[in-house]
């Protein structure tokens, strides 16, 4: 099967796949087998420079309808992209002294890999900044929104993620944050490996696999931190084009669909603000289908007015 799949990546980036070898590729990509050929095929297309942007032809109306293909798509060149955006910035001395800021807008998402083969994948407005070159003692990011880290050799440089006054400290591999601007609380919740989860320098929480915390951000030190467990698949659905929402305030549920599909929703009874909610939805069922379901479960009624959403 690698080499299958080495044929069709390379397909792929000439952009002359065919809709079923196209979709095989996705497939392949989203079971999330073989990283290490990933990475592999990702760094010998940033090498060789070999990458023929894929446009919509007429036809391939497939290309457009799958939302979460295209996710895969827009992470892998993004990827490239971004590393070759990094070494041009670097041969001029750009990127030296600030190091690399790599943010995305509302509905988009970004596939990074850091300097030292860490996986990111940043979500819907967010901002990750870290260096051109990782310290030989610590490795250290800063995050602004929600990003899936799949971190590489943890057990032999720490690897520091830095959200305000939260800090998560890995001791494992890949695990979930979420920490947006004007959140009250920083959601931390591990895939696989432990974590150490640190506020002014007092540790709330040690997550393993299939746990997660919330850290208020307005609590002090002194209020324990309440750990839960999630199941392993739910972690990060976001980078399969789902949107998993379990037991979470109306409010916060809103604010991400925003952010997911670049709308505008006004919550008209604000009663519902902090009701709490459980659902699954995808993402290529669009804003509407998702904030009917919302509503659905809640009793509200939803209407589109001069292009927002309000919900009554």
Same mark, same amino acid.
Not at 223 to 240: G, L, N, R, Y
């Given at each position: 099967? @690698?080499?299958?799949?080495?044929?069709?990546?390379?397909?792929?980036?000439?952009?002359?796949?065919?809709?079923?070898?196209?979709?095989?590729?996705?497939?392949?990509?989203?079971?999330?087998?073989?990283?290490?050929?990933?990475?592999?095929?990702?760094?010998?297309?940033?090498?060789?420079?070999?990458?023929? @942007?894929? !446009?919509?032809? @007429?036809?391939?109306?497939?290309?457009?309808?799958?939302?979460?293909?295209?996710?895969?798509?827009?992470?892998?060149?993004?990827?490239?992209?971004?590393?070759?955006?990094?070494?041009?910035?670097?041969?001029?001395?750009?990127?030296?002294?600030?190091?690399?800021?790599?943010?995305?807008?509302?509905?988009?998402?970004?596939?990074?890999?850091? @300097?030292?083969?860490?996986?990111?994948?940043?979500?819907?407005?967010?901002?990750?900044?870290?260096?051109?070159?990782?310290?030989? !003692?610590?490795?250290?990011?800063?995050?602004?929104?929600?990003?899936?880290?799949?971190?590489?050799?943890?057990?032999?440089?720490?690897?520091?993620?830095?959200?305000?006054?939260?800090?998560?400290?890995?001791?494992?591999?890949?695990?979930?944050?979420?920490?947006?601007?004007?959140?009250?609380?920083?959601?931390?919740?591990? !895939?696989?490996?432990?974590?150490?989860?640190?506020?002014?320098?007092?540790?709330?929480?040690?997550?393993?696999?299939?746990?997660?915390?919330?850290?208020?951000?307005? =609590?002090?030190?002194?209020?324990?931190?309440?750990?839960?467990?999630? !199941?392993?698949?739910?972690?990060?659905?976001?980078?399969?084009?789902?949107?998993?929402?379990?037991?979470?305030?109306?409010?916060?549920?809103?604010?991400?669909?925003?952010?997911?599909?670049?709308?505008?929703?006004?919550?008209?009874?604000?009663?519902?603000?902090?009701?709490?909610?459980?659902? =699954?939805?995808?993402?290529?069922?669009?804003?509407?289908?998702?904030?009917?379901?919302?509503?659905?479960?809640?009793?509200?009624?939803?209407?589109?007015?001069?292009?927002?959403?309000?919900?009554?």
């Amino acid at each position: 099967m @690698p080499a299958r799949i080495e044929v069709l990546f390379k397909k792929f980036i000439a952009g002359n796949c065919s809709q079923n070898e196209y979709e095989e590729l996705m497939d392949y990509l989203q079971s999330n087998q073989d990283e290490a050929l990933v990475r592999s095929m990702l760094q010998q297309v940033y090498e060789t420079g070999e990458v023929t @942007p894929v !446009k919509a032809m @007429p036809g391939r109306v497939w290309l457009r309808r799958s939302v979460a293909a295209a996710a895969v798509i827009a992470a892998l060149l993004a990827g490239i992209w971004l590393l070759r955006g990094v070494h041009k910035d670097t041969a001029t001395g750009g990127i030296a002294q600030a190091g690399v800021k790599a943010a995305t807008r509302n509905a988009e998402q970004k596939y990074i890999l850091l @300097p030292d083969s860490t996986e990111v994948w940043v979500n819907a407005a967010s901002t990750l900044e870290f260096p051109e070159q990782f310290d030989k !003692k610590v490795r250290e990011v800063y995050l602004k929104g929600e990003a899936f880290f799949d971190v590489k050799n943890a057990d032999r440089i720490p690897f520091i993620v830095h959200t305000g006054d939260v800090s998560t400290r890995v001791l494992g591999t890949s695990f979930n944050i979420k920490a947006y601007p004007g959140q009250r609380d920083v959601v931390v919740a591990v !895939k696989r490996g432990k974590v150490q989860v640190v506020k002014k320098d007092a540790i709330m929480a040690t997550l393993e696999m299939g746990q997660r915390v919330q850290i208020g951000l307005d =609590a002090g030190i002194s209020v324990p931190a309440i750990i839960k467990t999630t !199941k392993e698949e739910d972690v990060a659905v976001w980078t399969t084009g789902k949107l998993v929402y379990d037991d979470l305030p109306l409010q916060m549920i809103l604010e991400d669909i925003q952010r997911t599909y670049n709308v505008s929703i006004r919550l008209q009874n604000v009663k519902l603000e902090n009701e709490r909610v459980r659902t =699954a939805l995808s993402r290529s069922d669009g804003p509407t289908r998702a904030l009917e379901n919302i509503c659905e479960l809640l009793g509200a009624r939803l209407t589109l007015k001069d292009g927002i959403y309000v919900i009554e």
